[in-house]
């Protein structure tokens, strides 16, 4: 049987991670408060945001600044999108 938590993103009780996505305190916040679906989305949009703003991870601005985007997206708040992305039709 699969933990459950409340997520802070979608304001319910849904299904959690299996293990903290990231070490120390901010993996366990994470890890006690966001679900599965709203990490995986997490996720994707990081990705977006990784290759449409060409964002280099060696850089410590970059990583900065995804750890924000990454707080105001799992809390839901206002987040970034890139500029002139279009999603994909399903």
Not at 32 to 41: K, L
């Amino acid at each position: 049987m699969s933990r459950t938590v409340q997520c802070r993103k979608y304001k319910k009780e849904m299904d959690g991670l299996d293990v903290p996505p990231l070490p120390g305190p901010k993996g366990a916040e994470i890890y006690e408060t966001v679900s599965r679906q709203a990490w995986q989305e997490w996720l994707e949009h990081q990705k977006m945001l990784i290759n449409e703003k060409q964002l280099s991870l060696m850089d410590m601005e970059a990583r900065t600044y995804l750890g924000e985007q990454r707080d105001k997206f799992l809390s839901g708040d206002n987040y970034d999108a890139a500029e002139g992305y279009v999603a994909p039709k399903e």
